[in-house]
Antibody, heavy 117, light 112 residues
Framework: EVQLVESGGGLVQPGRSLKLSCLASGFTFSNYGMNWIRQAPGKGLEWVASISSSSSYIYYADTVKGRFTISRDNAKNTLYLQMTSLRSEDTALYYC??????????WGQGVMVTVSS | DVVMTQTPVSLSVSLGGQVSISCRSSQSLVHNNGNTYLSWYLQKPGQSPQLLIYKVSNRFSGISDRFSGSGSGTDFTLKISRVEPDDLGVYYCGQGTQYPFTFGSGTKLEIK
């Protein structure tokens, strides 16, 4: 069974940093691209970043480019999102999602990030 | 960026009824490789989104045949037949043809 478990969220002040993790199990992690997708409270889905299986290809939404860094450790079956210079508009539930062929076929339960003073 | 426009914003249906949700993209979703990467997701209350349909009309593993997708180019439709209580939630279309990947704003399905 595919499982994706996010962690690392919490309350952080504007301008500070936070690092999210997503531990994957139930599939060969190193064979799949991975994504972070977020959902602000009461809002829709916003794709944040993608990383290919070997980290060769990385893409970001313009709203986070230059501030967020997606990475992965295939030996640890873990996906990361390093978030810096956080803003109030980054407040959201952050989902880790496995990438099938240009689809998000499995999602984690999400981790909440709240940016507030 | 590809803008995905979903209609309606919400709809109410009786159990056993049928509904259609429309999704339009601001650009053709046909990829250079000939595939059209249009997907549908359902987010049930309090849950993570789940994949229903991929590449316009392919049902994901375990998805009931009551769900069907159709369309081409820029116009797509999700149909749900014989609506059941477990179908309620917010439906999103999403495109994976080009980065940045984008989603529609969602359609909330309520049961009468």
């Amino acid at each position: 069974e595919v499982q994706l478990v996010e962690s690392g969220g919490g309350l952080v002040q504007p301008g500070r940093s936070l690092k999210l993790s997503c531990l994957a199990s139930g599939f060969t992690f190193s064979n799949y691209g991975m994504n972070w997708i977020r959902q602000a409270p009461g809002k829709g889905l916003e794709w944040v970043a993608s990383i290919s299986s070997s980290s060769s290809y990385i893409y970001y939404a313009d709203t986070v480019k230059g501030r967020f860094t997606i990475s992965r450790d295939n030996a640890k079956n873990t996906l990361y999102l390093q978030m810096t210079s956080l803003r109030s508009e980054d407040t959201a539930l952050y989902y880790c999602a496995r990438q099938g062929t240009r689809i998000f076929d499995y999602w984690g339960q999400g981790v909440m990030v709240t940016v507030s003073s | 960026d590809v803008v995905m426009t979903q209609t309606p914003v919400s709809l109410s249906v009786s159990l056993g009824g049928q509904v259609s949700i429309s999704c339009r993209s601001s650009q053709s979703l046909v990829h250079n490789n000939g595939n059209t990467y249009l997907s549908w997701y359902l987010q049930k209350p309090g849950q993570s989104p789940q994949l229903l349909i991929y590449k316009v009309s392919n049902r994901f593993s375990g998805i009931s045949d009551r769900f069907s997708g159709s369309g081409s180019g820029t116009d797509f439709t999700l149909k749900i037949s014989r609506v059941e209580p477990d179908d309620l939630g917010v439906y999103y279309c999403g495109q994976g043809t080009q980065y940045p990947f984008t989603f529609g704003s969602g359609t909330k399905l309520e049961i009468k």
